[in-house]
């Protein structure tokens, strides 16, 4: 099952994908869906497709979590092409609900955050309220994937030690376009995930190569904070990104950046740098 | 002004202090007060003051604020003793709300998590939205003061650079006891910040001595991430952490820690340590 949340009159709603149209849900978001313990029955019971609402396009896919967890250092080939051992624990961070941004979003930053970089990322949504999880627990309870694009401003990620100023501007972190249940899709399996900025590939991961799968990640996490439904966990980047090429290379004004995750899709987010005018 | 929120049969209701007694105010707790823009009016003109209800107790005073910042690094005299230059940035990371307890909560980790340290801080309550906002305009936008106990796993802390797994356990980070208003309470002039364990004092610390006031806190802050009425920053803690003395010390099952903020009060916090028992 593929569902998704759709901007329509001002509002949002979920819907589910039913061949090539969308069947709308009586929930506000994917989010809301995932808290109703009768949601996704709800969903898999849904009337026959009608066509996406006029005007409509989509939101993040879980617009509002309460809780989003970000993982740095988790793809196995890019840690021993850098010469590091494998983490024994997961580097977590987290982000405001508030960064998050639709698929096909324009992402603007002020030009103080010129430094933006791409990171193609597989994220997990959490469907069932998970604490001290163990990892049979932790996989039972994912109600599925989606791809998330971790756009990073590297200069604020670097002021400190703490990554936080530089993973947390508003609205730069595209999340979705849909969620794919796992009955229909295995990370673990292998799913290729890519980045393109302007056509050009510059990133070529494979999930079955993260260090900490979701749910070793959601185990983990569980073990000192609650998870709840529609809550989200972004598992990690591949090799490729600006920062770490030489000369480092970042986005410009008027670049699009798409991320491809294999049996999920696209996000396609235009680049906008608003550079103050001088006085 | 003197705010709190009040436990009270299952739910929570804000009240204003008035001489030594409390009259209970329309909205359910300090966050919802400072998110009405007539709350702070309100609480002005309430009449005189109750008995504080049977049974009522003290909940976190913002009980669930949308955003939790929190500063690590930011006492001056702390940092040179350390040998350290001062930074030139804020040393940032969260909290989730849940995170936040009771003034006289006792705190509950599982034996996983033994190695609990404390950390006194002052804490910034966001009375106003604020963007990209100046160091005047941060200022202005401050609703007032409490304090915190930012009580801290090291080891989890220390999996990886990211603070993020030491810092987020739950119900961890007693807030309180109340919310002084600015008129009443100016941390730049210097307000003692101290910490006891069992009695005995380990902490002693002046205001005065943050390297970013609460001002450059939330203009800092407010130039990657939008910041709302009811958001709270934890503006860091001064020497005499657990962590720093040779050996390490930590906090035991059945201590008792009492941070104390000039002009705001006491956060008395009982500790239990959860070991699990071998079958």
Known sequence: MRLATLRTGGTTVAAVAAGGSWAPLPHRDVGALLRDADGLATARASAGPGPLPAGADLAPVVPHPAKVVCCGHNYAGHIREMGRELPAHPTLFTKFADTLTGPADTVTVPGLA??????????????????????????????????????????????????????????????????????????????????????????????????????????????????????????????????????????????????????????????????????
């Not at 008027?254 to 491809?260: A, I, P, T, Y």
Request: net charge negative; aromatic share 6%; charged share 20%.
């Open 114 to 279: 010129a430094d933006l970089d791409w990171e193609a990322e597989l994220a997990v949504v959490v469907g069932a309220p998970l604490h001290r999880a163990t990892r049979d627990g932790a996989a039972a309870a994912i109600a599925g994937y989606t791809a998330a694009n971790d756009l990073s401003v590297r200069s604020w990620q670097r002021h400190t030690g703490q990554w936080l100023p530089g993973k947390a501007f508003d609205a730069t972190t595209p999340l979705g376009p849909v969620l794919v249940t796992p009955d229909e899709l295995d990370p673990a399996a292998g799913l290729a995930l890519t980045c393109r900025v302007n056509g050009e590939r510059v990133q070529s991961g494979d999930t079955a190569d993260l260090v900490f799968d979701a749910p070793a990640l959601l185990a983990y996490i569980s073990a000192f904070t609650r998870l709840s439904p529609g809550d989200v966990v972004l598992t990690g980047t591949p090799a490729g990104v600006g920062a770490a090429t030489s000369p480092p290379r970042f986005l410009a004004d008027g670049d699009v950046v798409e991320v491809s995750l294999q049996g999920v899709g696209v996000l396609t987010t235009p680049i906008r740098i608003e550079f103050e005018e001088c006085a």
